[in-house]
């Protein structure tokens, strides 16, 4: 599948295999995206990009996180960031503190409310990612995917520039 095809017309671009198999993936993980946040908002309350957040600060535990660390970690704007943790805070899944290593500085961390809502929601997700993404494939597949999956995710996330 990866050797080099001459693609000169539409037709050979839409066939072509490497073509055709970025347009699985990426077909696949809009659609489980789709499905698998929308199962959240309607369980759980929340957006799967607030989920993600939630799990995000969940590995940091601690004092929490900047919001560039937060932005760099969901690939969003610092804008995009602290518009989502607005909403988060007034949820009341979030709160800001005084960052203790930069006196001008404000972490984000999990709220008791926040915690509690990242355990439920992943149970919940826990069951409709087997649901939607494990029982359709063949068992003995499954953990060289996820691994593959993995490898992909580090590769393009160590070419996307970092944040200032």
Same mark, same amino acid.
């Given at each position: 599948m990866d050797e080099r095809a001459e693609i000169s017309s539409a037709k050979e671009a839409a066939d072509n295999p490497l073509v055709l198999a970025f347009g699985r993936l990426q077909g696949a993980a809009n659609r489980l995206e789709y499905i698998l946040g929308r199962a959240l908002e309607e369980e759980c309350g929340i957006s799967h990009l607030m989920f993600e957040v939630l799990?995000?600060?969940? $590995?940091? !535990?601690g +004092? #929490? /996180?900047?919001? @560039? =660390?937060?932005?760099?970690?969901?690939?969003?704007?610092?804008?995009?960031?602290?518009?989502?943790?607005? $909403?988060? !805070?007034? +949820? #009341? /899944?979030?709160? @800001? =503190?005084?960052?203790?290593?930069?006196?001008?500085?404000?972490?984000v961390r999990l709220t008791e409310l926040g915690e509690q809502t990242a355990v439920r929601a992943s149970r919940a997700h826990v069951e409709n990612i087997?649901?939607?993404?494990?029982a359709p494939l063949p068992p003995?597949?499954?953990?060289?995917?996820?691994?593959?999956?993995?490898?992909?995710?580090?590769s393009a996330r160590d070419v996307l520039p970092r944040l200032p």
């Open positions: 799990l995000i600060l969940g $590995r940091a !535990e +004092a #929490g /996180l900047s919001m @560039r =660390a937060v932005a760099q970690e969901q690939v969003l704007t610092t804008g995009g960031a602290t518009r989502l943790v607005d $909403r988060m !805070e007034a +949820a #009341g /899944l979030v709160e @800001r =503190a005084e960052d203790p290593g930069d006196r001008r500085g404000r972490l087997r649901r939607y993404f494990l003995e597949d499954r953990d060289r995917f996820a691994e593959d999956l993995r490898i992909l995710s580090h």
